[in-house]
């Protein structure tokens, strides 16, 4: 009878389980607990990859999230852009999404790194406009984006020079939010030119994504915040460094306690309605 | 809604025309190229650029009509007309910020904007973009959680087998993604990653392919006008 | 002169061999008048409207956060173009809410052309028309209060959703009698499943349509893209046969 209650109050009025939800999430996040994340096949792909590319080599960061995916998206941008600075790599920051170049930015101004000097190793060349730049950047990126988000003219910077067209890249990584960009820069980059392309989604996004890294044509795929927290676990243990770095593991324990909520309140639900069916089978 | 069998006017013979033409032009060029003579990938990207030129004063339009919608609510003094107050300052403040201090500020270089107002706009543009849009936006897309919640709670129920696999496969994911329940058990990281790789992937692969036909039916019979 | 470009040209063979099939059994199913299997819910659009019109409650339709270039979004057009005839027809009110500028011109180009066509075209008002957001979760927050202000009684979501779907969905389904969902977005399939009473699933989206004309033959056409289906599947099976035992030939005709 008892169970017949609540499970009826939890069913009539879901308040009471938007409350049960939020302590679970705010305690273990106000208490910093913490708990260690095993590293997951899709994850270590793509760490393993950028830690096998050769020195020197291009790797570019496509920005093509909103500023709603934030919390789930920009750790994992951060983790990344930690280990590409942590490498011998030149990177290049582009975005499909009008909101990416100021989160470039903020990921430019939160992680460290070290000797990297803009235009040098890096640089911020800002929004891909249309299909056509996107289409046209793997044959020459200073004809198809002239000026970087400082303004500077892209041919002069040491770096396009060094690497003046995207087709010389090692790797193109996205951070999307809704898997466009990723089939994007699949059809565009990795059909025409072979360039490996890894992607960094949500969790309602990645699942979708799985047919295309287990067909090959992404290198890794990274979901949700617990990829970041699973990179930060990486390069603590390969760099000593960097736990903490993006705030995801100290997500996790709130993450698993709102993954174990969900589980529990499933069972329970069940547990109740068989009960119910079976009391009223009784009765009659 | 019946099948359309009327013969058509000049005017719709036209548009016909440009859509099957445009259609056509656009499958053609994924697949054939002319090398030497025309670069047709180059024509195709331009042809887009125009539309989406076009298309893209239709903006200007959505702003006019939430400016009107949300005027006449205020003049109305309608249930909510506080809100629209709100929404129009909201509005018209981040568009004059983000027109001087953003990144993709109109005169960056202080050509025409003096120089004292850029500087004085950009911490204000930081403030609402990275303070206000991207926190806001960030607790919208938060309250899935909840629904998420409130969702799963009503919905999962093993009322017939095939809703009762959906629960067991769902309950092994959402377990799976708990790092904690790694620790209890190992295998259920496993179990989770090969739901997704297989049933999961199959899935996602069959909705995909019966999709891609649907668009492309549905498309030729668009360029066709084919009646239904 | 032309040439095919490499890597497509097995696309481009499978593209017109697949199109021929689609033809073939459409002409096929046409004549020996055969029929598939219905769409859930698609029947009873009408009860719902007269309901939420016996009630004075208005309906709200909503074709998602696409652009007008998405396939989803002009496949919602035309359910649009249903809803908003019937809705006429039996007095109740339409609220569109739109997250694209360029679609919410055709939304009201639709709805208003159904009171038109009606005789009523002053009934119609700007206002059952609405922009509101093109950024995702302002959308979402703006579709959220239009559903707990205005209450409507039957809601359709049918388009191109992304994540904003739960949220307007579990919105909606706190005030109104019947919900109505459909989107190819398999991220957001399963949440319209658990929160709308009827769904079109995927390609359901492109034969609504053929469904709701309630034309014998229209139905008959819908046979046709199970074609494809059928040929995908060969495929599938042929391939997965061959490269267990060890032969990439269809892998390498299919990457010509």
């Known amino acids: 009878m008892r169970n017949g209650v609540l499970a009826t109050s939890l069913k009539s009025d879901p308040r009471l389980v938007y409350v049960i939800l939020l302590l679970v999430i705010t305690v273990p996040l106000l ?61 290049l920051f582009v975005a499909l999404d009008p909101n990416g170049p100021p989160l470039a930015d903020a990921v430019l101004d939160t992680v460290n790194k070290g000797n990297k000097t803009y235009g040098v190793d890096y640089a911020n060349l800002g929004f891909i406009p249309n299909s056509a730049t996107l289409i046209g950047m793997p044959l020459s990126i200073s004809e198809f984006l002239p000026l970087d988000t400082h303004n500077n003219p892209t041919a002069s910077l040491p770096i396009i020079k060094e690497f003046p067209a995207i087709k010389l890249a090692s790797l193109v990584i996205t951070f999307d939010d809704d898997s466009s960009a990723a089939y994007s820069y699949v059809q565009y980059w990795e059909g025409r030119y072979n360039i490996p392309v890894a992607v960094g989604a949500t969790a309602t996004v990645a699942p979708g994504l799985m047919p295309l ?64 069916r079976r009391t009223s089978r009784r009765n009659k | 809604m019946s099948s359309d069998k009327k013969k058509m006017t000049r005017g719709e013979l036209g548009l016909q025309v ?7 032009f656009y499958a053609i060029v994924y697949y054939v190229a002319v090398p030497g003579i025309v670069d047709l990938q180059a024509v195709s990207d331009q042809l887009l650029a125009y539309i989406t030129a076009v298309l893209t004063a239709a903006f200007a339009i959505g702003v006019i009509n939430l400016t009107r919608v949300h005027y006449f609510n205020i003049k109305r003094k309608r249930a909510t007309w506080r809100y629209s107050i709100i929404l129009l300052v909201s509005l018209f403040s981040m568009l004059v910020f983000s027109v001087i201090a953003s990144p993709f500020a109109l005169d960056p270089n202080a050509a025409v904007i003096p120089a004292g107002v850029i500087q004085f706009s950009t911490p204000i543009w930081d403030f609402l973009y990275y303070k206000v849009l991207v926190n806001i936006n960030s607790s919208i897309f938060s309250l899935l959680a909840f629904f998420i919640a409130s969702a799963a709670y009503r919905a999962f129920r093993a ?11 769902g309950l092994l994911v959402v377990l799976g993604q708990a790092p904690i329940a790694d620790l ?45 | 002169m032309f040439e095919l470009i490499a890597g497509r040209i097995s696309q481009a063979v499978l593209l017109i061999i697949v199109l021929a099939a689609i033809y073939e059994v459409t002409r096929i199913a046409v004549k020996k008048k055969l029929k598939t299997r219905g769409i859930p819910g698609l029947e009873r659009i009408n009860e719902w409207i007269k309901e939420a019109a016996k009630r004075g409650r208005p309906v709200f339709f909503t074709p998602g956060t696409g ?37 919410q011109q055709l939304t009201e180009d639709i709805v208003k052309g159904a009171y038109t066509k009606a005789g009523k075209e002053k009934e119609f008002t700007p206002d059952m028309v609405r922009y509101v957001s093109t950024r995702q979760f302002a959308y979402a927050a703006g579709v959220m209060g239009i559903l707990r202000r205005e209450k409507p009684a039957v809601n359709f979501f049918v388009g191109d959703f992304q994540a904003e779907a739960l949220q307007v969905a579990e919105a909606g389904r706190a005030e109104a009698l019947y919900q109505f969902g459909g989107t190819t977005n398999t991220d957001q399939l399963s949440f319209f499943a658990t929160t709308c009473d009827q769904t079109l699933i995927g390609e359901e989206l492109y034969t609504a349509q053929g469904y709701l004309s309630a034309d014998p033959e229209a139905i008959s056409k819908l046979v046709g893209p199970d074609a494809g289906k059928i040929l995908a599947i060969l495929l599938i099976l042929v391939g997965a046969v061959l490269v267990t035992f060890g032969n990439s030939l269809l892998i390498y005709l299919l990457g010509l």
């Not at chain 1, 910093?32 to 095993?38: F, I, K, T």
């Not at chain 1, 998206?73 to 490498?87: E, G, K």
């Not at chain 3, 989803?72 to 809705?87: E, F, N, P, R």
């Open chain 2, 18 to 24: 440009i859509i099957f033409g445009l259609g056509f």
């Open chain 2, 184 to 228: 209890i058990w190992p295998g259920f990281s496993i179990i989770r990653d090969w739901i997704m790789a297989f049933p999961n992937t199959a899935g996602q692969r069959g909705i995909l392919i019966g999709a891609a036909l649907g668009i492309v039916v549905f498309s030729v019979r668009r360029m066709i006008r084919y009646p239904w």
């Open chain 3, 67 to 103: 652009v007008i270039t998405t396939p989803d979004t002009l496949a919602s057009m035309t359910l649009l173009g249903y809803v908003a005839k019937h809705c006429v027809e039996y007095g109740a009110q339409i609220i569109v809410a739109n997250s694209d500028p360029q679609v």
């Open chain 1, 213 to 276: 890294y287990s067909s090959g044509q992404l290198v890794g795929l990274l979901f949700s915040i617990r990829a970041a927290a699973e990179y930060e676990e990486l390069l603590s243990q390969q760099y000593h460094c960097c736990l903490g770095i993006s705030g995801a593991s100290a997500s996790m324990v709130a993450l698993s306690a709102s993954h174990l909520l969900i589980v529990a309140m499933v069972v329970f639900a069940n547990a109740a309605y068989f009960i119910g």
């Open chain 1, 31 to 91: 208490t910093h607990s913490a708990v260690a994340v095993p590293i997951s096949p899709t994850t270590l792909a793509l760490y393993q990859f950028i830690q096998n590319l050769p020195a020197n080599s291009l790797v570019v960061e496509s920005f093509d999230y909103a500023t709603s995916v934030v919390p789930e998206l920009h750790p994992q941008a951060i983790v990344v852009t930690q280990q590409l600075f942590l490498r011998p790599l030149k990177v």
């Open chain 2, 159 to 169: 009322r017939s087998l095939e809703s009762t696999i959906l629960l067991v496969a």
